[in-house]
């Protein structure tokens, strides 16, 4: 189904896939007393006369992580919940100062974000849409409080950028994003909490990167394997035993990009400690 330029799939009962014109990936879930949005996209128009296409129950917003393409939308939102760790990275600085870059990289007019009445969030919080209970896992990396919501009505994972999307390397250079070793310590509890969630369907936050394409006709995977590569992958780069597959500008940075198993990431080399 199509809507002023988004793609909608219904996943399952109560569950929808909504991607826009820019490969940015949200999710509905529709409980018997409220709705919640995962993550908003970033397209000009505002989103909520699309939702309300979809469900009559009223719509609370979580945000997997503080940046523009997740959250551009949340002033539509009367509830907004974010983890304490990116509420407190966006009272310091780091992130409030990507969303400039994030404006002209999107070419979206600016925005307010009063972050300041969002609802923190941490791994005790548990959103209740009725019959839907969402889990909050912090996966801290692409930002100190990025988060994966766990539905197990539905057995998904909806996981942002926490580790990239299938077989687009995760962004791990921006301001804000944490060191390898903090990666890795932070991927190693992962691996833990995810023991139970291995079988659920992993909804990355970009999810078209993750649909066939010529080079890949069955897709790129997003599941628990991209995670232990990406955990393998930090470690190969701290011990220095791997190189980098390719470089890039951004902005004014180089980033290189270091790739293992069905995974990779983009980093500076400064952040490889
Ligand atoms: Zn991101």
Known sequence: ???????????????????????????????????????????????????????????????????????????????????E??????????????????????????????VARFVPITEETVIDLGGVQIRVILASGHTPGSCIFADDVHKALFMGDAVGNGGVSAWMWLPGS??????????EQLLVKLKSYETYQFLGGHRPQTFPTADAPDGNPLNIDVVKDMHTLCTKMLAHTIQPVGKEKQAVLTVWQYAYGITGMWVTKRKIK
């Open 85 to 114: 760790k990116d509420i407190a990275a966006w009272k310091k600085g780091s992130l409030k100062l990507l969303m400039y870059a994030g404006y002209a990289m999107f070419h979206v007019p600016r925005k307010k974000f009063n």
């Open 1 to 83: 189904m199509k809507f002023n330029g988004y793609t909608i799939e219904e996943l399952q009962p109560g569950l929808y896939a909504i991607d826009d014109e820019k490969s940015d990936s949200m999710y509905l879930i529709v409980g018997s007393e409220k709705a919640l949005l995962i993550d908003t996209c970033v397209m000009q128009d505002d989103i909520l006369p699309m939702l309300q296409t979809l469900t009559d129950k009223p719509i609370e917003l979580a945000l997997t992580h503080a940046h523009i393409d997740h959250m551009y939308h949340s002033g539509e939102f009367g509830t907004v919940y974010l983890h």
């Open 178 to 187: 944490l060191n390898t070793s903090a990666y890795r310590d932070s991927l």
